[in-house]
């Protein structure tokens, strides 16, 4: 059946008021509400999320927004795709039970909102240095989600391993009664994380692009199965990096970090991953289309 769609968010606060506080007539437990919040332009790996958040709650809301607060100037805010009807007939084939979709004006009153949520140090590494502000804007968003919807579940892909990361502290911190899901990534048949910016690249790109999965697949090899020294470390480093660049990306970053992002240097010079479970982090640009990837490594 296809999802009912909400533009306002006191009709679908309204649609909601029922399923709070409800047994679930099966197993007499409380019903739960799950929330998928995407941007559309959906693709499998946000199928994947509703089917994940169905599996945890009686009734998934999944929100389509493109938020301009986490777009920076010169970024594609103004170009990134805008799909409600096909997203809706996607989410019709897994189920989901609620689209909201609001204008701008429902988001935010006032643009730029004058309230901030800040993520501090952990935003200001990685996809935050690179997109200053972005996760603030991210923050603000879901933290609003949060509040509309007021979910059980939200589930979350992976593949933003930082937003994944800021979105727990962030419930952490400001105390949401929200169980957080960070669902695995979904690849193409050839490896390329799927991802809505995707669509940016050319035939040739397409083909190029799943170059950065096998190279972290690679790096993620060596570091589990050499005992490596700080050189070898960061000769692997150079040669993956190496290998990105030669096949047509520009590198936005390629890191390593512990997977909850933090450094992985033991001090500031040595090199140390002895029971430390990692997380390698990647984005580049490849043509128009800013890439990203990870590939955590669970070390013995
Ligand atoms: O991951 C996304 O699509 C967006 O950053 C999110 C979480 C929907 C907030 O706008």
Redesign the pocket.
Known sequence: MSPIIYHDISSLREALQPYRGQQNDKQGRQQRIALV????NLHDG?LELVKIAKQHADVVVV?I???PT?FGVGEDFDSYPRTLDADVAKLATVDADYVFAPSIDAMYPVLPPPTAVLSGAIANQLCGQSRPGHFD??GI??AK?FNIVQPDVAV??QK?YQ?LAI?KQLVRDLSYPINIIGAPIVRADDGLALS?RNQYLSANERQVAPVLHQALQELAQSLKSTALSQQAFDKLLVDTRTRISDAGFVIDYLEIKTDELGSIMSDSTTFNIENKNIVILVAAWLGRARLLDNQLVVVN
């Open positions: 919040p995407t941007m559309g946000h929100s927004f493109v938020n986490q804007g991210v968003v879901v989600l979350f892909g933003d937003q979105i809505s």
